[in-house]
């Protein structure tokens, strides 16, 4: 018998403008669901920017979704009762959350730490949450948070799971060098735009270029820094589409505000959320893709843009630091806004051939990454050290 693995997350299927966080719970149900059972508890809408309830799944009853049983709390909050219920009903053998601050994971913590819970071995992913980037965000709340945590052990004897060495210094500096921490990448897709042709890429014109950023509107991905750079460019026609939902309403009055500041040769479209298909092929129909975030802990959406052939000018707060000697991108410090003018220069500027070696090195870079097991070996030794883990021995 399959041992069973219990998920509590935010956002799961048939959602899509969540973001990776959610990708890579489907990714793990997907390549691993002939080893485990597997039961997801989430919410029944999509995001925090779109809270209209599924009308395909049954509110507060398992469903059957792809590989796993999920069951949709509804009005976007799940008591710590109904929490222990579920564990009561489904008796797993480990318990995944992937998030330290999201609502369900708070839930079944909570009910833990008052022993309302048997004790079940406990895998938390953070998801970049404990990143010095992310908790510059509303700083106060989250400082207070985490000192509160530590005082009740809300996350007494759980397993850490990080998504790099990164992200594992972030978590030990946080939640102090005693705790236990895994590494294991985020797992991708197995394939990503398999009739990939590089033929059918744009063409890349010298004095023009095409950026895209996809993601959630919201402080964290810092959007706003890359259009405060476009404001000094004069030369050349620049086009910058901007994929992805608006969560955060003031902080995108402030895009907005910049937006039209913008000199007559930058051209902005606001497309909005899109199916996850029909987003990385706007991607794959763009020249280089933007992300100034403040802190990611993979950095999903970045793959998914190397895998279409699309070069990356990101932050340097991110895992992804080898992507100039790969010559696939541009990694560059937020202190630095002259050194993004430059790449921006030097994108502007680039002529089809150029761009035909840096957008095919960045197709074979992805292709590399899909190729390798190391994360699914990673991710396996995690989850079956957790669910072979003595219950007693979970106290930590």
């Not at 948070?145 to 799971?161: A, M, N, T």
């Not at 964290?220 to 309403?249: A, M, Q, S, W, Y």
């Not at 998914?304 to 990694?331: F, K």
């Not at 002529?351 to 699914?376: G, I």
Request: net charge positive; with cysteine; aromatic share 10%.
């Amino acid at each position: 018998m399959k041992k069973k693995i219990l998920i509590f997350c935010q956002f799961y299927l048939p959602g899509y403008r969540s973001g990776g966080g959610m990708w890579t719970i489907v990714n793990l149900i997907d390549r691993f669901c002939h080893q485990y059972d597997f039961f997801v508890v989430t919410g029944n809408y999509d995001s925090a920017g779109s809270k209209m309830p599924f009308d395909s799944v049954v509110t507060n009853e398992w469903n059957k979704v792809g590989n796993a049983h999920v069951f949709y709390f509804g009005g976007g909050n799940i008591s710590v009762k109904t929490a222990i219920s579920l564990v009561d009903a489904v008796k797993p053998d480990c318990i995944f959350l992937n998030s330290a601050f999201g609502v369900p994971s708070l839930r079944f913590l909570t009910a833990r730490r008052k022993r309302l819970i048997w004790n079940i071995p406990v895998i938390l992913a953070p998801c970049g949450e404990l990143g010095s980037g992310s908790l510059s965000l509303k700083p106060l709340k989250k400082r207070l948070f985490l000192h509160y945590s530590k005082v009740v052990q809300l996350y007494r004897g759980i397993i850490w799971k990080a998504s790099s060495e990164v992200e594992k210094k972030d978590i030990a500096a946080a939640m102090g060098q005693d705790v236990e921490i895994l590494v294991a990448p985020d797992l991708v897709p197995r394939t990503i735009l398999p009739g990939y042709s590089q033929q059918s890429k744009p063409k890349k014109v010298s004095g023009e270029v095409r950026f895209v950023f996809m993601s959630r509107i919201v402080a964290k991905k810092n959007i706003h820094f890359f259009l405060e750079c476009l404001r000094e460019v004069r030369e050349g026609d620049i086009t910058f589409d901007i994929i992805g939902p608006i969560e955060d309403k003031s902080y995108w009055s402030r895009c907005e505000s910049l937006i039209s500041e913008l000199p007559g040769n930058v051209a902005i479209n606001v497309i909005g959320p899109l199916q996850r298909n029909q987003a990385i092929y706007r991607v794959f129909q763009s020249h280089f893709f933007v992300l100034p975030t403040l802190n990611e802990n993979f950095g999903y959406v970045l793959i998914e843009s190397l895998a279409a052939g699309t070069p990356l000018l990101i932050s340097d707060q991110t895992m992804w630091n080898e992507l100039e000697s790969s010559d696939v991108g541009w990694t560059i410090p937020l202190d630095r806004p002259d050194l993004y003018m430059k790449a921006i220069k030097t994108c502007v500027e680039m002529d089809e051939a150029r761009f035909s070696e840096v957008s095919s090195a960045a197709r074979a870079y992805a292709l590399k990454w899909l190729d390798n097991a190391s994360s699914d070996r990673s991710m396996a030794k995690v989850l079956e050290m957790a669910v072979n883990r003595a219950s007693g021995d979970s106290d930590g």
